[in-house]
């Protein structure tokens, strides 16, 4: 399964502009994006609709669960409609837009696709009427799973920006019990984790596997998908005598699982998450689960927690572990932009398509990013343009009449202040001072 193109009609922001003046009403109710096959990487500054592409993704892919009787499908909320504000007058109003619409385009199983989920009005519930065919693909590979057909069923998820803190409530950690085959979509599309979902599957395979005393194929997924992402662990495991996940470093160290570093525990957990899910979903591919598993994973600020060194290569990580998933995410990092391929990025603050592969990272951050002149740090582009100030008005200071000098001395005194404890920089700009007639007079 993949999503090729999204159309997104009055969705949270996507609606443009703020202001609406009558009578001639200007603005653009619907955004189209298109995506790559394989990772797609989201850019923009804040509030411009990175989260918001994402949840109307989960709503689009969540719409194959309409055809499943016992998962939900994500609708749209009264709170993500987009809002209008017209002016009559000296009045203005607020005014949702609808209807609301997501349409998205792609394949699923080989086959193209494309269907619709609408919010028609305030009192109405999202329909249906656009997304049939969908519908019916749903309750098809629900019934091939319930008659034991090795059906491929395409693997979904949303990792939300709160996926290490915000935690479903479960406080058992009983061995999971055999199970659908569909209970690989449990919580798949809600951004808040469920890292229990995972530990009590991890633990019920370990305990199999003691039983049965030999290795089991999608316990096995799980585990190398984790080795050929988390750099520089070795191994994980699910002690029973412990009854904790344990973690076990390249030099031979061992910690539990939740005494790992954020960036560390978020990658593991995310990773360990997915083949978990490719596992349960199609476990007919035993221990090539999750290479072989298709689907459409989505993941808010990929980057999270990670240290630069590993969000150069953290793509790259996935692609290789799971080279079937089509991955959308967003960053705000020049070293995951540095990491694409050409077509893989979406820049909701320019239409205009480019490849910044390999480039430099101050070129991205100057030219995707608008960072100002990022080779260099704020303090020293504030402290320059204070010294160019410094010698406008010194030069105003050689030629101006007595009763303009205390004037032009304090805002000398203004210019230098802020850098003060830089003892170099500030003795110079008092030399130049003296220099020029314009020092303080002896006491």
Same mark, same amino acid.
């Given at each position: 399964?993949?999503?090729?193109?999204?159309?997104?009609?009055?969705?949270?922001?996507?609606?443009?502009?703020?202001?609406?003046?009558?009578?001639?009403?200007?603005?653009?109710?619907?955004?189209?994006?298109?995506?790559?096959?394989?990772?797609?990487?989201?850019?923009?500054?804040?509030?411009?609709?990175?989260?918001?592409?994402?949840?109307?993704?989960?709503?689009?892919?969540?719409?194959?669960?309409?055809?499943?009787?016992?998962?939900?499908?994500?609708?749209?909320?009264?709170?993500?409609?987009?809002?209008?504000?017209?002016?009559?007058?000296?009045?203005?109003?607020?005014?949702?837009?609808?209807?609301?619409?997501?349409?998205?385009?792609?394949?699923?199983?080989?086959?193209?696709?494309?269907?619709?989920?609408?919010?028609?009005?305030?009192?109405?519930?999202?329909?249906?009427?656009?997304?049939?065919?969908?519908?019916?693909?749903?309750?098809?590979?629900?019934?091939?799973?319930?008659?034991?057909?090795?059906?491929?069923?395409?693997?979904?998820?949303?990792?939300?920006?709160?996926?290490?803190?915000?935690?479903?409530?479960?406080?058992? #950690?009983?061995?999971?019990?055999?199970?659908?085959?569909?209970?690989?979509?449990?919580?798949?599309?809600?951004?808040?984790?469920?890292?229990?979902?995972? /530990?009590?599957?991890?633990?019920?395979?370990?305990?199999?596997?003691?039983?049965?005393?030999?290795?089991?194929?999608?316990?096995?997924?799980?585990?190398?998908?984790?080795?050929?992402?988390?750099?520089?662990?070795?191994?994980?495991?699910?002690?029973?005598?412990?009854?904790? #996940?344990?973690?076990?470093?390249?030099?031979?160290?061992?910690?539990?699982?939740?005494?790992?570093?954020?960036?560390?525990?978020?990658?593991?957990?995310?990773?360990?998450?997915?083949?978990?899910?490719?596992?349960?979903?199609?476990?007919?591919?035993?221990?090539? $689960?999750?290479?072989?598993?298709?689907?459409?994973?989505?993941?808010?600020?990929?980057?999270?927690?990670?240290?630069?060194?590993?969000?150069?290569?953290?793509?790259?990580?996935?692609?290789?572990?799971?080279?079937?998933?089509?991955?959308? $995410?967003?960053?705000?990092?020049?070293?995951?932009?540095?990491?694409?391929?050409?077509?893989?990025?979406?820049? /909701?603050?320019?239409?205009?398509?480019?490849?910044?592969?390999?480039?430099?990272?101050?070129?991205?951050?100057?030219?995707?990013?608008?960072?100002?002149?990022?080779?260099?740090?704020?303090?020293?582009?504030?402290?320059?343009?204070?010294?160019?100030?410094?010698?406008?008005?010194?030069?105003?200071?050689?030629?101006?009449?007595?009763?303009?000098?205390? $004037?032009?001395?304090?805002?000398?005194?203004?210019?230098?202040?802020?850098?003060?404890?830089?003892?170099?920089?500030?003795?110079?700009?008092?030399?130049?001072?003296?220099?020029?007639?314009?020092?303080?007079?002896?006491?």
């Amino acid at each position: 399964m993949r999503i090729d193109t999204i159309q997104i009609t009055n969705f949270r922001g996507f609606t443009a502009p703020v202001l609406f003046v009558l009578p001639k009403p200007t603005f653009m109710p619907q955004r189209e994006f298109t995506f790559s096959e394989q990772f797609n990487v989201i850019v923009g500054d804040n509030g411009t609709g990175k989260t918001a592409l994402l949840d109307a993704l989960a709503i689009g892919l969540g719409s194959l669960f309409l055809g499943f009787d016992q998962i939900e499908s994500r609708g749209i909320r009264k709170d993500e409609v987009s809002l209008a504000r017209f002016q009559y007058a000296d009045t203005a109003t607020i005014e949702p837009q609808y209807p609301v619409k997501i349409t998205c385009i792609g394949r699923i199983g080989g086959q193209p696709l494309s269907w619709t989920r609408t919010l028609e009005g305030s009192g109405g519930r999202i329909t249906r009427q656009g997304a049939t065919e969908i519908f019916e693909l749903g309750r098809e590979l629900q019934r091939a799973v319930r008659s034991g057909k090795p059906v491929e069923l395409p693997l979904l998820a949303y990792y939300g920006t709160g996926r290490l803190w915000l935690q479903k409530k479960e406080r058992s #950690l009983e061995p999971a019990k055999p199970a659908s085959r569909t209970a690989g979509y449990l919580d798949c599309l809600d951004p808040i984790s469920n890292e229990k979902l995972l /530990l009590r599957w991890l633990k019920a395979m370990e305990i199999i596997q003691l039983q049965q005393g030999k290795l089991v194929g999608v316990l096995e997924a799980v585990k190398q998908a984790v080795i050929n992402s988390v750099e520089l662990w070795h191994s994980m495991d699910y002690d029973i005598r412990q009854d904790e #996940l344990i973690i076990t470093a390249a030099d031979g160290r061992t910690l539990p699982f939740r005494m790992l570093s954020d960036g560390v525990r978020n990658m593991l957990a995310m990773v360990a998450d997915i083949a978990y899910r490719a596992a349960v979903l199609n476990p007919q591919h035993g221990i090539e $689960a999750a290479r072989a598993t298709s689907g459409v994973v989505l993941i808010d600020e990929i980057d999270l927690h990670l240290h630069p060194k590993w969000q150069r290569r953290v793509v790259e990580d996935l692609r290789r572990t799971f080279p079937r998933i089509q991955f959308i $995410a967003s960053t705000h990092s020049p070293f995951i932009v540095q990491s694409l391929r050409p077509g893989e990025l979406i820049n /909701l603050d320019s239409e205009k398509p480019a490849a910044y592969a390999d480039k430099s990272i101050e070129d991205i951050a100057e030219q995707v990013m608008d960072v100002e002149v990022p080779q260099r740090g704020e303090r020293y582009q504030e402290m320059m343009a204070a010294a160019k100030a410094y010698y406008r008005v010194l030069q105003e200071g050689k030629q101006a009449p007595p009763d303009q000098v205390e $004037a032009l001395k304090r805002r000398l005194d203004e210019l230098t202040a802020p850098f003060s404890d830089n003892v170099a920089y500030h003795a110079f700009l008092e030399m130049e001072r003296e220099a020029a007639g314009l020092g303080e007079e002896p006491l």
